[in-house]
């Protein structure tokens, strides 16, 4: 399952991050990493892009990087 299946209002952990190169560290530097734990804030109507609570901030994901972050939820 990916960040972009998860529901509004759900927290969940990643798992581990799919993408590679300068997309992969694009999420990184947000501060999203194995073991991270995302709660889904707000999803737009379109699916993009997703809010989430990452450590306290607020961050927008755009649906094609959520694809990327594999989650346990």
């Known amino acids: ?6 529901k509004i209002g759900q927290t969940v ?3 581990r991050l799919a993408g590679t190169g300068p997309v992969k560290r ?3 530097d947000m501060g999203i990493t ?5 709660f889904i ?3 737009a ?3 993009d892009p997703i ?3 990452v450590r306290g901030y607020e961050l927008s994901l755009r649906k094609a990087d959520a694809e990327m ?3 346990e939820g």
Do not use: N, S
């Open 45 to 47: 109507p379109l699916g």
């Open 26 to 28: 694009r999420i990184m």
């Open 1 to 6: 399952m990916t960040l972009k299946d998860a």
């Open 51 to 53: 809010e989430v609570m």
């Open 69 to 71: 972050i594999l989650i």
């Open 34 to 38: 194995k073991g991270t734990e995302v």
């Open 13 to 15: 952990t990643v798992q």
């Open 41 to 43: 804030r707000k999803v």
